[in-house]
């Protein structure tokens, strides 16, 4: 029954109370039953934390001068000599290899299970927390820090060695290798492409049982591929975790030669690196451009251009289109400035070397860069979502578990928010970016040296690759500090 009254339309109950409390309350009660589609990243844009202009400003004027004062006054045969010394720490022998990997391996099958049976709730399953938080996120900056740990723990190795030595398959080393190599690093390429697309593009790449079929049909064909093909072929140029985190290995101040575990400066090994091929290279320029469009897609300025109303966002299912056409024309503009400065910079050189020696071998000089970008774009996500993977492991198939005495803790957004937590994140995300640049150069003026063993030549052709790092490092500093929507 309703009523009205002369002021106004306003529905009652039979006793004559307002409805629309009681409508209210009925539809909170209900909400959580309706069915939504699982988000990306749940928890990245529910703290917005804006790097202030005057940081990048800063940051790019304190980038443009530090790398023409590497240019002019560091000489590339000194900075080469101090990069290369190393310290001998101590032997460490592949025996446990097999075991920490079998271990791995077990321990991605229950995710997997988790994935399928466990919670719906991509903030209550541990599948998607440890896939886009815990490895994409955190194991990255491992990586970047204490060197190649992806060969001792990805779920393939163990699994690889039982059944080779079960069927007698082990491979002498100087058989031809099985996977063609006019292929080069493209299946790492075309299955890299295909993960960014799916997390950065797919409606909902976090809905647990989703997740748990794509990494699920992605273990099992790569598993098959090694079996095919030999683990060592394509775990080097096929399955892009390992190509990807093998290159980010090489900037860590760790190096293992001859089982014995050396100290070096960070990013040393990157000087002492071969060209890459141009699949190689244009996978590490992928991995760089996915990550910054990451930052981009969200950002009002890209979603003005797709014609939509930031403060009105569709949703990811509504963008699919413009996003993978933004995907692909990233890493395509990227690629092209890329050459260009290396183009540039050997005709300013007179560069006798070719095109793409040069090309592959400075293209190194992109990972202090893209490390620098994947610590400092993922820094809030790892400090929050690593806390609900904390409480999703203590009960992960959501049966009321209480594993490892961390089911009922409370998740400290604080660690983000607030003036004081602010502060330090947006020193550190500014101060990481700024360090990636710097290293970057540094990089870039020894392998510069490398292709021309006069200082003044080196430099020359270093100077066009410079500017596009200055440029990339601004870029990086303002989608930490433009507004962002999603």
């Known amino acids: 029954m309703s009523g009205r009254t002369e002021g106004g339309a306003k529905d009652l109950d039979a006793g004559g109370n307002p409805l629309g409390p009681h409508i209210i309350a009925a539809a909170l009660a209900l909400t959580p039953l309706l069915p939504t589609p699982a988000l990306a990243h749940a928890s990245d844009r529910g703290h917005v934390l804006l790097l202030p202009t005057g940081y990048y400003i800063a ?3 304190f980038a443009v001068a530090i790398s023409f004062l590497v240019l002019a006054l560091l000489p590339p045969a000194a900075l080469d000599n101090f990069l290369r010394r190393r310290v001998s720490l101590f032997t460490l022998g592949d025996s446990p290899r097999a075991v920490v990997s079998l271990i791995s391996f ?5 995710l997997i299970a988790a994935g399928l049976f466990g919670s719906r709730d991509p903030l209550s399953n541990p599948l998607p927390l440890v896939i886009w938080t815990l490895l994409w996120a955190g194991f990255t900056l491992l990586q970047g820090v204490f060197g190649d740990l992806w060969s001792w723990v990805n779920p393939w190795y163990g699994p690889w060695r039982v059944i080779s030595r079960l069927v007698g398959g082990r491979r002498s080393g100087n058989e031809r290798s099985r996977l063609p190599e006019w292929l080069g690093f493209w299946p790492a390429f075309v299955l890299f492409f295909a993960f960014a697309w799916f997390e950065l593009i797919d409606p909902a790449p976090d809905d647990p049982a989703r997740l748990a079929y794509a990494a699920g049909i992605y273990w099992l064909v790569s598993f098959i591929a090694m079996l095919l093909f030999g ?4 775990s080097r140029r096929g399955e892009f975790l390992t ?12 190096e293992r030669r001859d089982g014995r575990l050396s100290f070096c400066w960070p990013g040393a090994r990157l000087l002492a690196a071969e060209p890459l091929p141009v699949s190689s290279t244009a996978f590490l320029l992928l991995a760089l451009s996915s990550v910054s469009f990451d930052g981009l897609s969200k950002t009002f300025f890209w979603l003005g251009l797709s014609g939509v109303n930031p403060l009105e966002y569709p949703g990811r299912t509504a963008l699919i289109g413009i996003g993978s056409i933004g995907l692909v024309l990233t890493f395509f503009l990227l690629a092209a400035v890329f050459a260009l400065a290396v183009f540039l910079g050997q005709r300013l ?8 020696e ?4 400075l293209v190194w000089s992109i990972v202090p860069i893209a490390l620098a970008y994947h610590i400092a774009h993922y820094l809030t996500v790892l400090l929050v979502d690593g806390q609900y993977a904390l409480v999703a492991f203590s009960d992960p198939f959501a049966r009321g578990w209480n594993l490892f005495g961390t089911a ?3 998740v400290e957004a604080g660690v983000v928010a607030g003036a004081e937590s602010a502060w330090w994140l947006w020193n550190i995300q500014a101060g990481v970016i700024i360090s990636g640049h710097l290293l970057a150069v540094l990089v870039a003026h020894g392998l510069a040296w490398r292709l021309h063993k006069q200082a003044s030549r080196a430099a020359l052709s270093q100077l066009p690759l410079t500017l596009l790092m200055i440029a990339y490092t601004i870029f990086g500093l303002w989608l930490l500090a433009t507004p962002t929507a999603g």
């Open 231 to 234: 683990y060592d072929d394509w």
């Open 59 to 61: 940051g790019g004027a």
């Open 243 to 254: 190509v990807f985190f093998s290159m980010v290995a090489r900037f860590a101040p760790f």
């Open 358 to 361: 040069a090309a592959g071998l």
């Open 349 to 356: 050189a007179g560069d006798r070397h070719s095109f793409g």
């Open 408 to 410: 009922n803790m409370m």
């Open 106 to 110: 077990a321990g991605f099958a229950l």
